[in-house]
């Protein structure tokens, strides 16, 4: 680790000294920082600083860790074959103001969405969408984060009232 | 001038000018919310519209439309500030209400703003909250860069994050510009951009470095303007749970770029009684103290005054 310079280290916002997983996880926090279509560096830099900088990361990374950085996996368009594809439900939609999780999955899956699709439309993490459409109260954030979520899903497929959906799910699960 | 009163200002009210960019991101809203939280606390605070095109904060605090307001002082109807300030529904909050719609108000001239920001500086207050109009004119930048603390307002939406960016580099290079002494940090900079060395520079912070390799003082100059631009940020209307890291992540883009520290000073959330009570015209503090957005203000508050230190650079 000693070819590191000062600049390295603050590039990746690390104290020096710090370990292998503390620089994997910043080099994966600053890939994402200047991914296309980030909205934290909107329009912060033209594509060729972008590329520049995303280069930058990985050079420091090098200096720091010696290691070569890990390919960069947000960059490259979603695995198709790792994702599942979805079977249409059967039966009557449940009744979302009973079932709110399992109407939004119902949704979903009528439309032939995989969670992968509707995470890829909503922006909100597959895993969590998952969680969301089981209720999972222990895995879910805060109120207000699980309302613009619900928003969010039901607006992405096309649910009547919304803002109903919403106030059902929040009543379900009662988060504070 | 300017960077006197800065310094001066120890003695006198903290400063805190909220500006953001872009309009509709909830400037007003914020700043009202945020002084009443402060005020709450027992604190004495002024809050000063100074949106000098579009002010509003007199209705958003539910206050009739005052006899006396910011114009009067800039025109010299009146003689001090202290005399537009109108009492509120606190007693230790005040409002300096801002100027009708005035062409000749709203781009006071360079001796009218700087006797503005003296008596701002001599309120016999805590805290002052400036209210700043949207955009990048002079006007709001100087303002933004007088206080003691700038703090920019975004929401999660790529216009917002994008006028925020503007922002900072019209503020961060005005702040360069006044960068002592003049001619030598002019002469160094060029002196970098005419050289092979030009192609290492793609960002200001590149830009400092490399001057300093040219003229260490001229580039000591430099990083001690850009040292003390130390804006913070407030993330407002955060619907989802990745968007209350926009915050950080923006001032992380920020060290890389411009070199600076942005502080992150709070998320707060897009709650639907915000908006019910701007309609009722009553800070959402006040009327909703319970509801998720008083809460996280009322934490952003605490950052003001309990815990000052936090807040310098």
């Known amino acids: 680790m000693s070819r590191a310079r000062h600049e390295d280290w603050q590039l990746l916002e690390l104290e020096p000294g710090a370990d292998l997983a503390a620089a994997n996880r910043a080099l994966r926090y600053r890939r994402s920082l200047y991914q296309p279509g980030a909205l934290a560096t909107y329009n912060l830099l033209e594509d060729d600083e972008r590329v520049r900088m995303l280069e930058r990361i990985d050079e420091a990374y090098r200096r720091i860790t010696g290691c070569e950085p890990p390919p960069d996996r947000s960059s490259q368009p979603a695995e198709a074959a790792a994702e599942t594809p979805a079977k249409a439900p059967s039966g009557p939609p449940p009744d979302p103001s009973l079932e709110p999780g399992a109407y939004l999955r119902h949704q979903r899956l009528a439309r032939g969405l995989s969670l992968e699709q509707l995470s890829a439309v909503t922006k909100i993490r597959s895993r969590l969408l998952a969680q969301l459409e089981v209720e999972n109260v222990a895995e879910l954030p805060a109120a207000v984060f699980v309302r613009g979520h619900v928003l969010q899903i039901a607006r992405a497929l096309g649910v009547d009232d919304a803002n109903r959906l919403a106030a059902h799910y929040l009543a379900k699960v009662k988060l504070d | ?313």
């Open chain 2, 1 to 313: 001038m300017i960077v006197e009163l800065e310094a001066s200002a120890e003695a006198g009210p903290r400063i805190w000018a909220i500006g953001g960019g872009k309009g509709g991101v909830g400037k007003s809203v914020v700043t009202a919310n945020l002084a009443v939280a402060v005020a709450r606390t027992g604190a004495r605070v002024a809050l000063v519209d100074a949106d000098l095109g579009g002010a509003n904060l007199h209705t958003l605090m539910g206050l009739p439309s005052p006899k006396r307001n910011l114009s009067d002082f800039i025109s010299r109807r009146v003689p001090s500030l202290a005399e537009v300030m109108s009492p509120t529904f606190i007693d230790t909050l005040w409002l300096v209400s801002g100027a009708k719609a005035m062409l000749e108000t709203a781009n006071p001239n360079y001796s009218q703003k700087g006797k503005l920001l003296r008596h701002i500086g001599a309120l016999d207050v805590d805290h002052v909250f400036l209210d700043l109009g949207a955009g990048t004119a002079f006007n709001v930048l100087d303002f933004f860069l007088a206080a003691r603390r700038g703090i920019l307002v975004v929401v999660p939406e790529a216009t917002s994050v994008e006028n925020a960016y503007f922002f900072i580099k019209a503020a961060y290079f005005r702040k360069l510009k006044r960068a002592q002494p003049r001619q030598q940090v002019k002469a160094a900079i060029e002196a970098v951009m005419k050289s092979d060395d030009r192609r290492f520079v793609r960002t200001p912070r590149d830009l400092m470095a490399r001057v300093m390799t040219v003229d260490a003082e001229a580039g000591a100059a430099l990083m001690e303007a850009a040292s003390t631009f130390s804006p913070s940020i407030i993330v407002n209307r955060v619907d989802r749970s990745e968007q209350s890291r926009l915050g950080a992540e923006i001032g992380s883009a920020c060290h890389d770029y411009f070199g600076i520290h942005l502080q992150s000073l709070g998320v707060l959330p897009n709650d639907a009684l915000v908006r019910r009570s701007v309609e009722e015209r009553r800070p959402a503090v006040e009327l909703y103290p319970q509801s998720p957005f008083a809460g996280a203000v009322r934490a952003a508050a605490d950052a003001f005054v309990t815990r000052p230190e936090r807040v310098l650079p």
